[in-house]
C-alpha cells in the first residue's frame, strides 16, 4: 500500500502537469524573419500576450545549421524568430500586423546594414490558418503602403533554435568586444541596431505606423 505522503506527492505531481499543459494549450506559435533575429526577438517579448520569442534558423535545406554557416549563405536559411503568444491577449492578425511595420518590407535583399539571404524577411506559416491570415495581412499593408511588399509566404518546415549565446542578447550582461571597445552585450545591442539605422529606416518608410521606433 502506498503511504500517505507519497500517494500525495503522486496526486501534486500529476495536478501541477495538468495545469501545465492546460497553459501551454493556450498558446500559439507564429515564425517571422525580419533582419536580425536579436531585434526581432527584443521586439515582440516586450509586447503583452506574448510569452517567449525565440531565436532560430529555417527555410533552408541544410539540417542543424550553425549561426556561422547561416550568415556565410548557401544553406537558403534565414534568421527567423519563434513567437509563442496568448491568442487571447494577442491575436495573430495583431503580431502580423506589428510586424510588418517593423521591417523593410520593400528590400530583398536584407534589413537595413545586414546584407544577404539570411537577413531577408518572411512569414513562415505553418497551416492554413495562418496562411490565409498572412496574405491577408500583406494585403492590408500593402494597400497603406502604397508599395509592393516583397515580403514572402513560406511553409514552415522545420525551425532549429539558434545558438545560446544568441537568446535574449539583447538584456546580456557578458562582455564583448565591438568596434566601439568591450561593452555589455545589452549595451552593444543598443549599439548595433542605433548603427543599423534599424528604427530610423522604419520610421522613413512607415512614419505613424512604424512601430518599436521609439
Known amino acids: 500500500m502506498l503511504s500517505r505522503f507519497l500517494l500525495k506527492s503522486i496526486i501534486l505531481f500529476i495536478g501541477s502537469m495538468f495545469c501545465q499543459n492546460m497553459l501551454l494549450a493556450g498558446t500559439d506559435k507564429i515564425v517571422v524573419a525580419g533582419g536580425c533575429f536579436w531585434c526581432v526577438e527584443a521586439d515582440f517579448e516586450g509586447l503583452e500576450g506574448v510569452k517567449e520569442a525565440i531565436s532560430g534558423y529555417t527555410g533552408g535545406t541544410s539540417e542543424n545549421p ?23 491577449v494577442i491575436t495573430l492578425d495583431e503580431i502580423l500586423h506589428i510586424f510588418l511595420r517593423s521591417v523593410d518590407v520593400t528590400d530583398d535583399g536584407g534589413q537595413f546594414c545586414d546584407r544577404g539571404e539570411s537577413y531577408r524577411t518572411a512569414i513562415f506559416t505553418k497551416n492554413k490558418k495562418q496562411n490565409d491570415k498572412a496574405k491577408a495581412a500583406i494585403e492590408k499593408a500593402e494597400q497603406e503602403l502604397d508599395r509592393k511588399i516583397v515580403t514572402p509566404i513560406i511553409k514552415l518546415e522545420k525551425f532549429y533554435i539558434a545558438e545560446d549565446y544568441h537568446q535574449d542578447y539583447y538584456k546580456g550582461e557578458n562582455f564583448v568586444l565591438t568596434r566601439f ?32 521606433t521609439e
Open 66 to 88: 550553425t549561426y556561422k554557416e547561416v550568415v556565410q549563405g548557401g544553406t537558403g536559411h534565414y534568421e527567423a524568430v519563434e513567437i509563442e503568444f496568448d491568442p487571447a
Open 181 to 212: 571597445g568591450p561593452r555589455k552585450q545589452s549595451n552593444a545591442y543598443k549599439l548595433y541596431r542605433n548603427s543599423c539605422r534599424r528604427d530610423d529606416t522604419v520610421k522613413e518608410l512607415w512614419g505613424s505606423s512604424a512601430q518599436f
